[in-house]
């Protein structure tokens, strides 16, 4: 079995279906035609981008209430989804996110707040993962002054924590979120980060938004420091996107990823035409994200103690405690913090929701996670879900349906009707193209394949050495890319009959194919084989690791290069 501290959590896919009810073909329908049984139970998970922090309304704003505690609040996009989606009036719907929620975290305490029977989940998390409070202090605020470390430091730790251990940890959570909901119609929505920054615009470059005045020279919002903190936010949700790819991989696809960033576009920090950092008062309505300044509520609403307001808090306490004679940055005078404030009471709601989404950007959200749910759940007869063969459909698996079952061919797929007709699986034609998860790029030599994506076929192109594809958002096959590169030289190799120790951190992949991916990093000895259909949106195509040698586990889809030591003595 794979090694890992949660190894016990993970299981097989033939254990998460294990709870699907089986049917006999010989079945016969019911006498009477059922209607498709509505969403009825909708769960919101995650972090404080899923809580709504300062969105809208307290849900319940008593001191010490788990809503306050949480910083829930009724603007927050599953508020705004529950309300946009059919049937929201009679649907059950539970708020369970919390600020500053881990993976861990919500798998420990939120998950098990969830009814088994749920129809849709929504999700947002692995911020805290990688360290977001400490990138808006070290790169943004600077709210320890000379003690808040080195921006690109704290970039550097939050990318290598996104390539190393964000993918496991969220696998894990949204491995957990499946084997829970035991509906086959159950829709679970990860949804991903924004990037804050027009990185274009040149009015920036010559301000701070440090807290302190002293801290101002030399953290100017540059092009190049915007840049790098959008970078940052790309690849995490390449992550988030690719943990979601790795479940179609596998025939699991209850499971969709949201990347709504695109709809931010106009509405980040550094938009042409605005002053930076904004000033007490100012209507920024256009901005979709809080800022220091951006008016909410009253200067004494308090939200719980967690979560990066109350790291933010008590780096600014540390920092008077260091150097009584630091002053204020003139823009947040009116609502600054002073030597001796009392917080136990709660963080200052004026601090504790920077940087997190406004009212109308919720909206967005809601409107990205909406135009997911249009496709892939029947809302018409004219707009069906799809189900690809090879597979089989039983009308008892349906809401409403009977059970009786029908094969689907490879290459066909059926229309999921909305009643008890039994459907026709339509071969030899391309269904509609299926919305992409999140269009990045893939690296040479590597093969794509279509039949990876949800929707795809299964033609695979070959991407040659030194050439990339941009990974397409529809079904069109992408064309290679090529720099004209010489290829790398050949790496050295040694006689595979060199003895050489191999050491305990190879991989062996789970029962029934569910495969989560290593830690990137990982060593793999030989004599071994390495599949790049172990990383998400990759071909079939294999390595043979010869004994002795090994390679360094990737975390996108280049082929690795063996390396060789030779033994010494």
């Known amino acids: 079995m794979l090694s890992s501290p949660r190894a016990s959590a993970i299981v097989s896919i033939a254990t998460l279906l294990s709870h699907l009810p089986i049917f006999s073909s ?13 969403q009825t139970k909708f769960f919101a998970l995650g972090d404080s981008f899923a809580s709504g922090i300062a969105a809208g309304r307290y849900v319940n704003g008593a001191h010490g209430s788990h809503e306050w505690l949480c910083s829930q609040f009724d603007q927050a996009y599953s508020y705004q989804l529950n309300g946009l989606l059919a049937g929201g009036d009679s649907r059950k719907f539970t708020q369970v996110s919390c600020s500053g929620y881990t993976t861990k975290d919500v798998t420990d305490y939120e998950l098990p707040q969830v009814d088994a029977d749920v129809d849709m989940m929504t999700l947002t998390v692995g911020g805290n993962n990688v360290g977001f409070g ?8 600077r709210f320890t002054a000379s003690a808040s470390g080195d921006c690109d430091q704290a970039l550097a730790d939050a990318e290598n924590k996104i390539s190393t251990t964000l993918w496991n940890e969220v696998w894990n959570t949204v ?20 990037k804050y920054w027009n990185a274009d615009t040149d009015q920036c470059s010559n301000a701070a938004w440090t807290y302190w005045k002293a801290s101002a020279q030399g953290n100017e919002m540059t092009k190049e420091r915007r840049k790098k903190m959008n970078d940052l936010a ?47 008062g100012e209507d920024r309505s256009n901005t979709w994200v809080f800022q220091y300044n951006t008016p909410v509520g009253s200067l004494t609403d308090t939200v719980g103690l967690q979560g990066p307001g109350a790291e933010w808090i008590k780096e600014i306490q540390e920092a008077f405690a260091k150097d009584p004679s630091l002053k204020v940055n003139d823009a947040y005078a009116a609502q600054a913090l002073r030597p001796g404030d009392d917080f136990s009471g709660g963080a200052p709601l004026f601090i504790a929701k920077i940087f997190h989404p406004t009212t109308p950007g919720h909206t967005a959200i809601a409107n990205a996670i909406k135009h ?6 029947p809302t018409s007869p004219n707009d069906p879900f799809k189900q690809f063969g090879p597979s089989q459909f039983c009308m008892g698996l349906s809401p409403g349906g009977g059970n009786t079952c029908i094969d689907i061919p490879d290459g066909c797929y059926i229309n999921v009707p909305r009643d008890n007709t039994i459907p026709t699986p339509i071969c030899g034609k391309k269904p509609a193209l299926a919305i992409r998860a999140a269009p990045a790029q893939q690296q040479g ?46 790496p050295e190799t040694v006689d595979p ?27 793999k000895w030989g004599r071994s084989k390495f599949c790049m259909s172990l990383s998400p949106g990759g071909g079939q195509t294999c390595i043979t690791i010869s004994k002795g040698c090994y390679i360094i586990i990737p975390i996108d889809n280049t082929i690795p290069t063996q390396h060789c030591p030779r033994q010494r003595g």
Do not use: W
């Open 497 to 523: 009959e060199d003895e050489v120790v191999d050491d305990d951190t190879q991989l062996l992949p789970l029962e029934g194919g569910l495969v989560p991916r290593a830690q990137p990093g990982q060593k």
């Open 26 to 38: 010989a079945s016969a329908l019911p006498a009477e035609i059922l209607p498709r049984a509505p």
């Open 445 to 490: 030599p590597s093969q794509f394949c279509m039949g990876l994506s949800h929707g795809g076929g299964n033609t695979c192109i070959d991407i040659p050495d030194g050439c990339y594809i941009n990974i397409p958002i529809d079904n069109t096959f992408p064309t290679p890319i090529c720099d004209n590169k010489e290829p790398e030289p050949e």
């Open 175 to 194: 491995f957990g979120v499946l084997h829970k909901a035991t509906k086959p119609t159950f829709r679970l929505y990860l949804t991903g980060y924004v």
């Open 372 to 377: 997911i749910a249009d496709i892939v759940t």
């Open 134 to 141: 400490a990138i808006v202090n070290a790169c943004v605020y």
């Open 234 to 280: 790309d690849k995490m949700n390449s992550v988030l996107a690719s943990v979601v790819q790795n479940f179609h991989n596998n025939n699991e696809h209850r499971a969709f990823f949201v990347n709504y960033d695109a709809a931010f576009e106009g509405h980040r920090f550094c938009e042409s035409g605005v002053t930076e950092p904004s000033q007490p």
